[in-house]
């Protein structure tokens, strides 16, 4: 069993950054493949970014692409996900989750996701 606990959200203006973490308890955590998601209100939820279980692979949605970097450090059972340039419209809560099946792929589709975190908000002021 893996448990995650998201941190770091909060309120923030347009063109701020804010950083991300997501803590992991358990000791095969570097062989998962991470992913961040978010879900604003009303929207389903999407994902965000994913690295993979070496960190040699990512894969970050279109709307994010230069804002926001993923990152892990195993050592602490920590990723972390650095939100630059923020926008209104990134405006959601986030949430990590860790791939415990294939650590290879980078996947965007949430079906592959095993472990959820509880969510962070984070929103975004104009």
């Known amino acids: 069993q893996v448990q995650l606990v998201e941190s770091g959200g909060g309120l923030v203006q347009a063109g701020g950054s804010l950083r991300l973490s997501c803590a992991a308890s358990g000791r095969t955590f570097s062989n998962y493949a991470m992913g961040w998601f978010r879900q604003a209100p009303g929207k389903e939820r999407e994902c965000v970014a994913v690295?993979?279980?070496?960190?040699?692979?990512?894969y970050y949605a279109d709307s994010v692409k230069g804002r926001f970097t993923i990152s892990r450090d195993d050592a602490k059972n920590v990723v972390y996900l650095q939100m630059n340039s923020l926008k209104p419209e990134d405006t959601a809560v986030y949430y990590c989750?860790?791939?415990?099946?294939?650590?290879?792929?980078?996947?965007?589709?949430?079906?592959?996701?095993?472990?959820w975190g509880q969510g962070t908000q984070v929103t975004v002021s104009s």
């Open positions: 690295i993979s279980w070496s960190g040699s692979r990512t």
């Open positions: 989750a860790a791939d415990a099946t294939q650590r290879w792929r980078t996947s965007s589709s949430e079906s592959d996701y095993d472990y």
